[in-house]
């Protein structure tokens, strides 16, 4: 059990919801810890399948016209990176907030801190996965899964045949003092929608699955087993309670979606609308 057991956590085992609600929940989150003194983990899905861009990268890199045929969500997050196709059945994500004092200064600390309940589920689900052992060179810069692989905080499978395969990708950044670690694990390879959401790429399905691992690939446990598996091992580390987001929480995040993480000035430009009378 993690060092934090002692402070009040929360796990939260979300519903699906759209991207842009997905990434304004979690500075809602942030806004919790600080004033009622209640961190939060969760466990999320997307729908609509959703594209999340890195936070500085080119609204040129994506499809666009793709994303709208296939219906699949675009916005941005806070963090750093290539962009991450989150598929509403292949993507299981999760998500960490904790009062910065309270969690390691280094960031590589606070990474290996932070991953301990991830690895922890892969363990609970039978599979057999760590962090990177070394570095690999990226095959396309804009996509997170594809590009080069950091051995801080990438996480791979390391499959019978001796190959190891980026299953997991996390991030974190900090704002108003607080640490936000978020990530994606592969349930299952979406090759074709993975690839399809980026522009002027020549990385075929058979490369794409050759770099990326997924669960499904490793064993018979359905996602809804293995969500239940990283619920509990989050739950574990820290020593949560069950929860749920509270209406003011949902209300803000909604006013926050809509004027940050669904508009195109964000989106597409990585600016905020003006605050009206309301917001934060």
Known sequence: MSELADREWRLIRDEPRDGAT???????AVKTAHEDGVRTVRTYAWEPSTLSLGYRQKAESVDWDYCERE????TRRQT????????RYGDISYTIVAPAEEVPGDL???????????????DRMGIDADFAERPKASIHQPSCYLRDVNPAH???????DGASLKVSGNAQYRRRDAVIQHGSISYDRTPTHHLGVFADHEVTADRFTD?????????DLDREA???????????????????????????????????????EWVRNRETKAVTDGGE
Do not use: N
């Open 80 to 87: 750093g990176g290539g962009g991450i196709y989150h598929d």
């Open 71 to 74: 219906g699949i969500d675009v």
């Open 22 to 28: 997905q990434m304004a929940l979690e500075e809602v």
């Open 154 to 160: 990438d996480i791979v499978v390391h499959t019978d």
């Open 108 to 122: 590589m600390e606070c990474y290996a801190l932070f991953c301990e309940p991830i690895l922890d589920a892969l």
């Open 226 to 264: 293995c969500v239940d598996h990283l619920a509990s091992a989050l739950g574990a580390w820290c020593d949560a309670d069950d929860g749920e987001w509270s209406s003011d929480e949902l209300w803000a995040a909604r006013d926050l979606a809509d004027r940050k993480y669904d508009a195109d």
């Open 211 to 219: 770099r990326v691992g997924s669960i499904a690939a490793e064993t």
